[in-house]
């Protein structure tokens, strides 16, 4: 009997704990000033029938997310790939990064047959500690009749 009771008892004194602790950290959050929410920024925003549908790139704290780039002109897959990489250069550079600070890739193939191809034209081009990527033929092709789209996301 006397141990429920004390049992009882430290139940009660724990609820009422929580509360009084409850209490203090809701008149804490009252007396501090709120500090906003980092926002994302975004770049280069494509719109569709005056609707934005999406951007060339987007911020969040130091993190680049860096859309997709393809190649929509007549050429090989090496004359793709350069140009892709060269167009995602110039957007890692916008959004104040570098190829350099890419952490990851993913490349979108028209043809796995242009693997080797799209390769020797991708080495060295992110300096000598590459990103990880993922690299897979698309059913159906690459949108733009590209025969390679890379995206990424770096840091700044």
């Known amino acids: 009997m006397m141990s429920e009771r004390r049992s009882i008892l430290k139940k009660l004194f724990a609820s009422i704990a929580g509360v009084a602790g409850i209490g203090v950290a809701s008149k804490a959050e009252a007396i501090a000033p709120a500090v906003a929410a980092p926002e994302k920024e975004v770049g280069d925003v ?65 043809d796995l047959n242009d693997y080797k191809a799209m390769n020797e034209a991708y080495k060295g081009r992110f300096g000598n500690k590459p990103p990880c990527r993922t690299t897979v033929a698309v059913y159906g092709g690459v949108p733009g009749d590209s025969l390679v789209e890379i995206d990424c996301i770096a840091y700044v």
């Open 46 to 110: 494509v719109m569709y029938q005056d609707v934005p549908l999406f951007s060339g790139h987007t911020k969040f704290n130091n993190m680049v997310f860096v859309a997709g780039k393809g190649a929509h002109f007549e050429g090989d897959i090496t004359a793709h790939t350069k140009h892709v990489l060269d167009e995602l250069e110039k957007e890692l550079i916008k959004a104040g990064s570098s190829m350099e600070k890419v952490l990851k890739c993913s490349v979108f193939l028209h």
